[in-house]
């Protein structure tokens, strides 16, 4: 079964500095994986998909992830941190259209001023 | 456009109360989604459907859980009785299509307390 699964649970960075999350997920194929964004009290949107198309992915915000198949990783990554990127971020994947998302725990982002 | 909407936005209720949560999904959208969210626990898919038939519900806890969607543009979730073991934000999402490789959008969330 698809499972995806997030390192920390809290990431602290200031402004200004790189912002690295990280999800690993665990297949034997490549699964489609997602990143999605949840600011305080609202909803999940997203932020970037990978659907096989090219290994690094742009997303809104300025967000980037790159699929690394050796790896088995979806690290999101931002080259410098705002404060309005203080949320909590949520990766995501599964091995086909037919198999439900399964999402990680959630690591959630301080950025520091 | 409207996104999904949700109602309550809160709820706060005593054990053994009936709940019930409320969803509108985007217009246009073929499938509807419910997860539930704890601290333990995490983003939980508890139901959804396609075409406002139910396809997997093995994420519902127990009998005391049920969800309908008589319509393309309305769903329900119920709980009865509630417990304290249910208080969560529970969230509606909508996509396009049936595939889970499509975006889902999710509304701002029901944060049910049952004390």
């Known amino acids: 079964a698809q499972s995806v699964t997030q390192l920390g649970s809290h990431v602290s960075v200031s402004e200004g500095a790189l912002v690295l999350l990280r999800c690993n997920y665990s297949?034997?194929?490549?699964?489609?994986l997602f990143w999605y964004v949840q600011y305080p009290n609202q909803g999940l949107q997203l932020l970037l998909k990978?659907?096989?198309?090219?290994?690094l992915v742009k997303g809104i915000n300025g967000f980037e992830a790159e699929f690394k198949k050796s790896e088995t990783s979806f690290h999101l990554t931002k080259p410098s941190a705002h404060m309005s990127d203080a949320a909590e971020y949520f990766c995501a994947g599964t091995l086909s259209g037919n198999t439900p998302l399964v999402f990680g725990k959630g690591t959630r982002l301080s950025v520091i001023a | 456009d409207a996104g999904v909407i949700q109602s309550p936005r809160h709820e706060v209720t005593e054990m053994g109360q009936e709940v019930t949560l409320r969803c509108k999904p985007i217009s246009g959208h073929n499938s509807l989604f419910w997860y539930r969210q704890t601290m333990m626990r995490g983003l939980e898919l508890l139901i959804y459907?396609?075409?406002?038939?139910?396809?997997?519900d093995s994420g519902m806890p127990e009998d005391r859980f049920s969800a309908k969607m008589p319509n393309a543009s309305f769903s329900t979730l119920k709980i009865q009785p509630s417990e304290p073991r249910d208080s969560a934000v529970y969230f509606c999402?909508?996509?396009?299509?049936?595939?889970?490789?499509?975006?889902?959008?999710f509304g701002p969330g029901t944060r049910l307390t049952v004390l």
């Open positions: 459907f396609n075409n406002n038939v139910p396809i997997d």
């Open positions: 990978y659907t096989s198309a090219a290994t």
């Open positions: 297949s034997s194929v490549p699964p489609y």
């Open positions: 999402a909508s996509s396009r299509t049936s595939s889970s490789t499509d975006t889902q959008y």
